[in-house]
């Protein structure tokens, strides 16, 4: 079954930049909508972003203007480029497979499949 693999998470002093990414591997004729996750010590997972059901981009309301999520379906990976980052955005970053647009779920495997994480810590 497909697995994700999360990577580009790291240090930066706040006001700076980073770009995630979500790369799957395994079987390669499985295509998901994705979408990402984050959780900071003490507290509980919270979406981030990702792609409804009306094959439109949403963001939580605390990444608006700042979050930008791409995904690029010839390498089966996802992005998200944050910028202007915050303190309170220190947290583990997870992507996570939603919706089997195209693929056989029995080899691509069902939705709600997650990476292992990738660590976000901004510095005031």
């Known amino acids: 079954q497909v697995q994700l693999v999360e990577s580009g998470g790291g240090s930066v002093q706040a006001g700076g930049s980073l770009r995630l990414s979500c790369a799957a591997s395994?079987?390669?004729?499985?295509?998901?909508?994705m979408s990402w996750y984050r959780q900071a010590p003490g507290k509980e997972r919270e979406f981030v972003s990702g792609?409804?059901?009306?094959?439109?981009?949403s963001y939580a309301d605390s990444v608006k203007g700042r979050f930008t999520f791409s995904q690029d379906n010839a390498k089966n990976t996802v992005y998200l480029q944050m910028n202007s980052l915050k303190p309170e955005d220190t947290a583990m970053y997870y992507c996570?497979?939603?919706?089997?647009?195209?693929?056989?779920?029995?080899?691509?495997?069902?939705?709600?499949?997650w990476g292992q994480g990738t660590q976000v810590t901004v510095s005031s």
């Open positions: 996570k497979t939603d919706r089997l647009y195209y693929g056989v779920i029995q080899v691509c495997g069902p939705p709600g499949r």
């Open positions: 395994g079987p390669t004729d499985c295509r998901y909508d």
């Open positions: 792609i409804n059901r009306y094959r439109s981009t």
